[in-house]
């Protein structure tokens, strides 16, 4: 599994330069990915967005030298770099290509400003007709698709600009009809076309300084299959980009898939669903995309699309084909930052120092993303707030997730609605405290009644699931593990055969000097002697879901975990979990709404006691330690509550239940007062029978 950390300084990438990973063919119509027992990292790339070049308003204006975010753009479509570090630029409605240099000076290249037209000459002589995107090779020999003319244009070093294939808009064998893309060899021998309305993809041949053209795959026909050469079909291909080992890999954008053609012209889908319009990150075989435009493959062999039909950029792991968003909030915007914002992302491009570029069409600019280590990879929806200093707070509500537990092929969009809360702590600012009440028989406590009115507190989470019932004989006491300031107050010490956890699957610590940890035991029913090891506080939780960036979360533990333990694991519920990043020194508290459901996996009711907004799915154990390794950069997570008690409070923010002073609970717990007469507030549906929570405390 790989370890979730952001991508580092990358080689320059040009449409040239791209994987080494094995090709894992099929003869199946998909690349199948690799097997990760059921659950799969990624997002192992984060992104800070920032202007580059253009100003958002649409023009010719070159700008003021050394400043590009001065200049002005008219939809720029296709971006590239040379071997020397300058930037060029498809101004498609300017109808020129434009060059920024590393100095930051914006100029026409080649084509007249502002007029459309078809002429070969050297510079402003001559004339495109929307051109839409480029590619170029090791000689620094720049390759246009100008897709109004129907035909590939080639501009020397020198900016001289001749034809090399095409004629009139058609249908021949030599023809194209609005050519989108171009991809490139190193040494300029061989150049792809996505021949967007001719449903087929091309290749142009140099040799001697002869172009020739045919067909590699693809048919005139409109349509969704695998094969080989002619017998493949397309949808309106509409980017093309080349891999190490000479595969082709093709934006499908009408079709909603990523396809790869191999040398042999075997075409395989590798990733999306065909017909499927949406844009869930998920496995190769299960993920989906709106309307997938242009492709770039990085040195690491990772492929990143952009989705004009979702306004952002998508990524698809060489390690394990997982797709993932690494830019953009899924709809129409021009924010900057970690929230960041497109408006058409048609092409990407990659600089000598690892740095991304998006030609953002709509917005009229140029957008650079650099690569950064981040504590949560946000995307999709999130949004970030910090109430207090050291507190981040991430919250998200909707359905862009991908659940195991809830994907069913052939039917969008694979998942359900979500209501996530997780607050980052910085404990540099911050420090953790461990509260508890008693258990007794009959007892409902709260998460609010545990903290009290304690001014000190800014936030907290529920512990681990606890309880104390009269039912069977003898009682159930606590299923977890509770160290707080260096007493023991619990042990687990349920019979086996109960119906709820008998083991430790996992325990969080802070240590006497304030570091924290999260680690596994061995089943036994004590299985720590924090006594040996300098611990103040510890807290069991079950189960344990990743582990040195690995996950553990355990499908067939076998002996000694009794069958019903697996039931409370795949139940779809709230969950309430703790997480500990890449990032140092930081504590991640999550949780997860859900609907509780009865140990064989049916909802307690019909749904009609669920009220929206209060009213949310859930994941399984397996879900969570997924969605924690897809969105978090985590090295270690622990399952504190399976579904009973989850809750997340914060002061002077959500629902204090007329507790003057106390937290406010800042999630939607499922609340069944309707269906079971209880008299509860809204808020305490999930946390009527909490025994121990964790504060956080300001240092």
């Not at 770099?81 to 240099?101: E, M, P, Q």
């Not at 007709?129 to 590619?135: E, V």
């Not at 900057?336 to 953002?360: E, K, M, R």
Request: charged content about 15%; some cysteine.
């Amino acid at each position: 599994m790989i370890l979730l950390l952001a991508v580092s300084v990358m080689p320059a990438c040009k449409k040239t330069f791209v994987s080494n990973a094995p090709q894992q063919l099929s003869h199946s119509d998909r690349l199948p990915a690799q097997t990760l027992a059921g659950i799969v990292a990624a997002n192992d790339s984060a992104f800070n967005v920032t202007a580059y070049a253009g100003s958002g308003t649409a023009g010719t204006s070159d700008g003021t030298a050394g400043n590009p975010q001065t200049a002005q753009f008219n939809a720029p479509e296709g971006i590239a770099f040379d071997s020397h570090g300058n930037l060029f630029v498809a101004d498609r409605n300017n109808a020129v290509i434009r060059k920024i240099t590393p100095a930051g000076v914006v100029s026409v290249f080649a084509g007249t400003p502002g007029t459309a037209g078809y002429a070969n000459g050297t510079g402003t002589a001559a004339k495109f007709d929307y051109p839409i995107r480029l590619a170029i090779d090791g000689a620094d020999n720049i390759y246009v698709a100008d897709r109004n003319n129907a035909r590939i244009r080639k501009i020397t070093p020198s900016a001289v600009v001749t034809t090399i294939a095409g004629s009139t808009a058609g249908s021949g064998a030599t023809q194209f009809n609005w050519p989108l893309d171009v991809a490139v060899t190193g040494d300029g021998t061989k150049i792809y076309v996505a021949d967007a309305h001719n449903n087929r993809i091309q290749q142009i041949t140099c040799s001697n300084g002869t172009y020739t053209t045919s067909l590699l795959a693809g048919q005139t026909t409109a349509g969704f299959a695998g094969g080989n050469g002619a017998a493949a079909k397309f949808n309106n291909p509409s980017g093309v980009a080349i891999d190490r080992n000479g595969n082709v890999i093709v934006a499908d954008r009408g079709n909603n898939c990523i396809r790869k053609i191999t040398t042999a012209k075997n075409v395989y889908r590798l990733a999306g669903i065909a017909g499927t319009y949406y844009d869930v990150d998920a496995p190769n075989g299960e993920a989906t995309f709106g309307e997938p435009f242009g492709v770039t493959v990085a040195n690491d062999g990772c492929i990143y699309v952009t989705d004009i039909g979702y306004h952002n950029i998508r990524r698809i792991s060489n390690q394990d084909l997982f797709v993932s968003t690494v830019a953009g909030s899924g709809s129409i915007g021009n924010a900057i930052g970690n929230y960041s914002g497109f408006n058409l992302p048609t092409s990407i491009a990659i600089d000598h120092s690892g740095n991304f570029y998006v030609a953002d069409c709509a917005n009229h600019n140029i957008r650079k993303m650099v690569p950064e280590t981040r504590v949560l990879q946000i995307t999709h929806g999130w949004s970030q707030t910090t109430p207090y200093p050291g507190i981040t707070w991430y919250k998200y509500h909707g359905n862009r997730f991908w659940l195991p537990s809830a994907f069913t092929a052939g039917s969008a969009p694979y998942n359900k609605k979500q209501n996530v809360n997780v607050l980052d702590i910085d404990l540099s600012v911050n420090h953790l405290d461990f509260r508890e009440s008693d258990i007794t028989l009959g007892a409902r406590h709260k998460l609010t009644d545990i903290v009290g009115a304690d001014l000190s507190v800014l936030a907290a989470s529920t512990g681990t699931f606890a309880t104390y019932e009269t039912e069977p004989t003898p009682p159930r006491s606590h299923a977890s593990y509770l160290r707080v300031n260096g007493t023991t107050l619990w042990n687990s010490d349920l019979p086996s055969s109960d119906k709820y956890w008998p083991y430790h699957s996992g325990m969080f610590y802070v240590a006497s000097d304030g570091s924290v940890g999260i680690e596994r035991c061995d089943l036994a029913q004590v299985p720590f002697n924090p006594a040996t090891v300098n611990r103040k506080d510890m807290m069991s939780g079950a189960p344990l879901l990743i582990e040195n960036s690995v996950p553990v979360e355990i499908t067939d533990p076998g002996t000694p975990w009794q069958p019903t333990p697996q039931k409370l694991r795949i139940i779809i519920a709230a969950r309430t979990a703790i997480a500990l990043p890449v990032v140092n020194n930081h504590v991640l508290l999550i949780c997860v709404d859900g609907i509780e459901r009865k140990e064989d996996g049916t909802i307690l009711n019909d749904g009609s006691c669920y009220t929206p907004p209060l009213s949310y799915y859930g994941m399984t154990t397996a879900d969570l330690t997924q969605f924690i390794q897809q969105f978090f950069h985590a090295r270690a997570a622990l399952n504190f509550d399976g579904g009973g008690t989850s809750a997340m409070a914060m002061r002077g923010y959500g629902d204090n239940g007329s507790h003057s002073g106390y937290l406010g609970i800042i999630n939607y717990p499922d609340y069944d007062s309707p269906c079971s007469g209880l008299t509860d507030n809204t808020a305490y549906g999930q946390q009527r029978t909490v025994g121990e929570a964790i504060a956080v405390v300001a240092n």
